[in-house]
């Protein structure tokens, strides 16, 4: 629990929650939830799939990364994109420029982010609500990872790359997920869902 959390915290949750506020709340209560102008939006669990998606990914990510410039790759981390109203996403994979590891992490400081979509669950919030969220806060990179219909694999995964303030679709990767930057990565789907 946070050092400034009452026991009874869930009784005091406002409708519309501060920074200071969410800084108050228990750290593991927190990472079941994100933050929209103020509002808390409770995250569903995710399929081990998912998890394991995520996981194998941001292994990748972090493999792949160059000396320079120093990048660090997280998974289901606050990013901040704004302190009033508290707007804060906990996407499924991040990289961003090192900073300590106390220091707050902000939208501005994240050059990739992914978010993996399941068939029953999260598509209009991750294709459009998050989508527009992330290149309003001028993330450069967005990938979305979509799972297949039988939950056993990744289907395809979409990336955007930001260019006047909106995300232009540059590539549809099918098989295979191949990057030039911010992370060079070459990775087939196999690699990332199977056993």
Not at 65 to 82: A, F, G, H, W
Request: proline share 7%.
């Amino acid at each position: 629990m946070s050092s400034g959390a009452p026991e009874d915290w869930y009784r005091w949750i406002p409708a519309q929650i501060s920074a200071e506020e969410y800084a108050a709340l228990p750290e593991d209560f927190c990472r079941t939830i994100e933050v929209i102008d103020g509002h808390i939006v409770k995250c569903e669990s995710p399929s081990r799939l998912h998890n394991r998606v995520g996981r194998r990914l941001a292994a990748v990510l972090e493999q792949g990364r160059k000396p320079q410039p120093c990048l660090m790759v997280e998974t289901d981390v606050d990013v901040r994109i704004s302190d009033v109203p508290l707007n804060l996403r906990r996407p499924d994979v991040t990289v961003y420029r090192c900073l300590p590891d106390d220091r707050r992490l902000y939208a501005s400081d994240v050059v990739l982010v992914v978010e993996i979509v399941s068939p029953e669950s999260s598509f209009r919030t991750d294709t459009v609500d998050k989508k527009a969220a992330y290149a309003a806060a001028g993330i450069p990179v967005y990938l979305i990872v979509f799972l297949n219909e039988a939950l056993d694999g990744v289907e395809l995964i979409e990336e955007y790359r930001l260019s006047e303030g909106r995300y232009h679709l540059v590539c549809l990767h099918t098989r295979r997920l191949s990057l030039d930057g911010p992370v060079p990565v070459d990775v087939g789907f196999d690699s990332l869902s199977g056993a």
